[in-house]
């Protein structure tokens, strides 16, 4: 194949980790690389729910592209995706159209809202950056509006959380440090500030570890948030939100209402006619998909089963990552016709915070952690992947060092 265009699509963990592999393993006159992001940044997805709540300024958790990638060796287009035509060999942009030789899809997720009434209209989504500085600017807003009416809204003060898998437990975590924060800005009294959690299965962090999810809940309870488990949310308008338990309605006041139970494959993988299940391409062993030997497809947009448990692994951020390196191999032994390799999961364990001091965790051998520890391990898997991403400088400019306090 003679210097053959390669086209990553999204600057999310997997695109922006495969780029960076492929810029150091290609020469440039082995291929020429172009990475294509709605964006002229890379962000952490895992830390939006801290912007959201307002415990880290959005600029933390935002990188630049360029200060990554090398720029004479990755041509890099700030642009939409809005379809890929396989067949044709092409991606079409908003503004652009590209055709490529070698394609790796990285779109990432969008919000699944399962056709719950006015949950898309009404509803707030830790999505990307943007999403989350609205949801920290609104909750604001409503604190500072609060003692500015002469009726006062209660609806206000409440915050509902739609969800208790791993992104709305963080995001929990964060507004319990920040209520106070928020109460003593503006005046409020924090027995009036609600933060309430509803979860359909019977206990958040479905399948997680008893003992940690118990010590979880506990750790959110104690500072103020409510959890209402078993429960189905039935509608979502501007002012309030419904749900069921127990064969029963219950409406809750709200101008805040902020989903985080679903996430589903960028829409683009179904528009374009890729075979899929539930909207994701369920890749081959090196990361193909079954109908097209040049794509290549990697984290939220890619489906691998795990053997044993008969479920598709869950889209984090640890498994895009490795899919890298997979990715950015097989891309190269494509262009030179060597042998590709497989992709297997290492699941090196799973850390989620309750807060700034808070955090549980299973790693390893399943050795649990909890409370400091945790957090101290949190802390080194985020700063683990900017060294990975930037080496140190930017570790140094992005990194999260405030272990002791």
């Not at 809204?153 to 709305?168: E, M, P, S």
């Not at 009036?192 to 399948?207: K, Q």
């Not at 029963?248 to 179904?270: D, Y």
Request: proline share 3%; hydrophobic share 40%; with cysteine.
């Amino acid at each position: 194949m003679n210097k053959p265009n390669i086209v990553i699509l999204g600057a999310g963990y997997g695109g922006m980790m495969t780029t960076v592999k492929l810029q150091k393993s290609l020469g440039s006159n082995e291929a020429n690389i172009t990475l294509v992001n709605m964006n002229d940044y890379h962000y952490q997805t895992t830390w939006l729910h801290e912007n959201a709540a307002g415990t880290l300024h959005h600029d933390r958790t935002r990188i630049q592209i360029n200060s990554v990638i090398d720029i004479n060796k990755v041509n890099f287009i700030k642009d939409k995706v809005i379809s890929v035509k396989p067949e044709e060999k092409l991606v079409k942009m908003e503004n652009n159209q590209l055709h490529y030789d070698i394609l790796v899809i990285g779109l990432g997720f969008e919000a699944a809202t399962f056709g719950i009434p006015g949950l898309a209209e009404n509803a707030f989504t830790i999505g990307d950056i943007n999403r989350a500085r609205l949801i920290r600017e609104h909750i604001d807003y409503n604190f500072a509006l609060y003692h500015n009416e002469n009726t006062k809204k209660q609806a206000r003060l409440n915050i509902v959380v739609g969800g208790g898998g791993f992104t709305g437990v963080e995001f929990l975590g964060e507004l319990a440090d920040r209520i106070p924060e928020l109460c003593k800005e503006y005046d409020i009294d924090k027995n009036l500030v609600r933060i309430i959690n509803i979860e359909g299965s019977p206990t958040i962090l479905p399948g997680f570890d008893p003992q940690l999810v118990e010590y979880a809940m506990n750790s959110l309870e104690s500072r103020g948030v409510e959890f209402i488990t078993g429960a189905l949310l039935k509608e979502c308008t501007a002012t309030s939100v419904v749900y069921e338990k127990n064969g029963k309605e219950v409406e809750i006041p709200t101008l805040t209402t902020v989903w985080a139970a679903g996430v589903r494959a960028n829409s683009i993988i179904e528009k374009s006619g890729f075979q899929n299940n539930r909207g994701k391409i369920e890749v081959q062993a090196d990361m193909r998909t079954p109908e097209y030997s040049d794509v290549f497809v990697i984290g939220d947009c890619a489906l691998i089963m795990n053997e044993e448990s008969g479920k598709p692994y869950p889209p984090t951020a640890q498994i895009a990552i490795q899919q890298s390196d997979i990715v950015a191999h097989n891309v190269k032994a494509l262009i030179h016709n060597t042998k590709m390799e497989t992709f297997e999961p290492n699941i090196l364990g799973t850390v989620a915070s309750l807060g700034s001091n808070d955090a549980i965790g299973v790693i390893l051998n399943n050795q649990k952690l909890l409370g400091w520890k945790a957090t101290v391990m949190k802390k080194i898997i985020d700063n683990r992947y900017l060294w990975k991403l930037g080496g140190f400088g930017l570790l140094m400019k992005k990194g999260k060092f405030n272990i002791f306090y």
